[in-house]
T-cell receptor, first 112, second 116 residues
Framework: SQKIEQNSEALNIQEGKTATLTCNYT??????LQWYRQDPGRGPVFLLL?????KEKRKERLKVTFDTTLKQSLFHITASQPADSATYLC???????????FGGGTRVLVKP | DAGVIQSPRHEVTEMGQEVTLRCKPI?????LFWYRQTMMRGLELLIY????????DSGMPEDRFSAKMPNASFSTLKIQPSEPRDSAVYFC??????????????FGSGTRLTVV
């Protein structure tokens, strides 16, 4: 069966450190993968997209890698700040359609 | 732009009642998606539209759920009759015309539905 797995345990990290989140998938052939941020009581907000033929993407303090052999994406927040505390969701779409399927999300708590 | 607008923000209803959730996508976006989010199942795609036409409704849980998009600026998701297990946050999202893959989806703030 198809699965998108993210660590369900919250990630507690000290301010200034790098947070690294993992997204693993099974039985998908994604054309691209996206990362979203979700704050309590709000809808997800788009952060980054990475295509199947790209290894790495950066945006300010965010970095995403995509390894189609390992079927894994890593999401890094460098120099983390308390304002980065939120739930981060990965989502992927296959080339066949426009459907975006989400993982369960990982909650990040950055402590000052 | 005001973003994707959903109403109501909160809805509490009794089991067996009809519930209608509303969504106004961003102007110019021609893809619209309805998702449901629960602690147990996460964010699930229910149905999506392209140019007001339903493309994939395979995520709609059962016949009690229906969705319409009568024009480019309005969509509804209806549950009739509602059941306690329908309690969830329902999100509407839209994306840019022609290239939904490249820019991500813009989500509304959601409707928190509680069926008692």
């Amino acid at each position: 069966s198809q699965k998108i797995e993210q660590n369900s345990e919250a990630l507690n990290i000290q301010e200034g450190k790098t947070a690294t989140l993992t997204c693993n998938y099974t039985n998908y052939s994604p054309a691209y993968l996206q990362w979203y941020r979700q704050d309590p009581g709000r809808g997800p907000v788009f952060l980054l997209l990475i295509r199947e033929n790209e290894k790495e993407k950066r945006k300010e303090r965010l970095k995403v890698t995509f390894d189609t052999t390992l079927k894994q994406s890593l999401f890094h927040i460098t120099a983390s700040q308390p304002a980065d505390s939120a739930t981060y969701l990965c989502a992927l779409a296959e080339a066949a359609g426009n459907k975006l399927t989400f993982g369960g999300g990982t909650r990040v708590l950055v402590k000052p | 732009d005001a973003g994707v607008i959903q109403s109501p923000r909160h809805e509490v209803t009794e089991m067996g009642q009809e519930v209608t959730l509303r969504c106004k996508p961003i102007s110019g976006h021609d893809y619209l998606f309805w998702y449901r989010q629960t602690m147990m199942r996460g964010l699930e795609l229910l149905i999506y539209f392209n140019n007001n036409v339903p493309i994939d409704d395979s995520g709609m849980p059962e016949d009690r759920f229906s969705a319409k998009m009568p024009n480019a600026s309005f969509s509804t998701l209806k549950i009739q009759p509602s059941e306690p297990r329908d309690s969830a946050v329902y999100f509407c999202a839209s994306t840019l015309k022609g290239q939904p893959k490249d820019y991500g989806y813009t989500f509304g703030s959601g409707t928190r539905l509680t069926v008692v």
